[in-house]
């Protein structure tokens, strides 16, 4: 089965910081996807990446998918309190949508 | 809103109640989805269809029921459930290539409904 890893697990950061977040498959992805749930909701759409060496960005968010499209990191830059959340990346095999297990991020304002 | 209604939104039952949940999208998605979220585990894939023909069953016990009747309403039958089985189900629909790989599968989500068993 397909198995999604995130880091870290979870994140408490000062208003204003930067940070990342990493997420590793053990296989080659058709496409990787980045979600965004605030606690108790529904997942929010935020980006997809499909070539190897994607770069998107949306705001103050950046994700990049590496050459192999194993790996992909999210970068928050300037961070807000309304970035507040848990960030989950997700994976289409053909079948099935996975999704990693997921990074809380706490903002300090 | 974004275009996935689930209901209820809150539900408790004991364990010997029947209750159903109801997801409805109105975005013309020819695939829905029912995932389980549990504290501190990540999101199970529990079913999915695609053009309303179930396509997969993650070893999903048999107390929970899938129905499709159409391509806009997916309805989860519950019936003898256990404490475990409280969490948040979240239902999503996305518009799915024929050809694997051949596009992008941007699944879009309900805000959940939050089982609590007795």
């Known amino acids: 089965s397909q198995e999604l890893e995130q880091s870290p697990q979870s994140l408490i950061v000062q208003e204003g910081k930067n940070l990342t977040i990493n997420c590793t498959s053990s296989?080659?992805?058709?496409?990787l996807y980045w979600y965004k749930q605030k606690y108790g909701e529904g997942l929010i759409f935020l980006m997809m990446l499909q070539k190897g060496g994607e770069e998107k960005s949306h705001e103050k968010i950046t994700a990049k998918l590496d050459e192999k499209k194993q790996q992909s990191s999210l970068h928050i830059t300037a961070s807000q309190p309304s970035h507040a959340g848990i960030y989950l990346c997700?994976?289409?095999?053909?079948?099935?949508?996975?999704f990693g297990t997921g990074t809380s991020l706490t903002v300090i304002p | 809103e974004t275009g996935v209604t689930q209901t209820p939104r809150h539900l408790v039952m004991g364990m010997t109640n029947k209750k159903s949940l109801k997801c409805e999208q109105h975005l013309g998605h020819n695939a829905m989805y029912w995932y389980k979220q549990s504290a501190k585990k990540p999101l199970e894939l529990m079913f999915v269809y695609n053009f309303k023909e179930q396509t997969e069953n993650n070893s999903v016990p048999s107390r929970f029921s899938p129905e499709c009747p159409n391509s806009s309403h997916l309805f989860l039958h519950l019936h003898t459930l256990q404490p475990e089985d409280s969490a948040l189900y979240l239902c999503?629909?996305?518009?799915?290539?024929?050809?694997?790989?051949?596009?992008?599968?941007?699944?879009?989500f309900g805000a959940g409904s939050r089982l609590t068993v007795l």
């Open positions: 999503a629909s996305s518009q799915r290539a024929q050809a694997v790989g051949s596009g992008a599968n941007v699944l879009t």
């Open positions: 997700g994976a289409d095999t053909g079948n099935q949508f996975y």
């Open positions: 296989k080659t992805l058709y496409g």
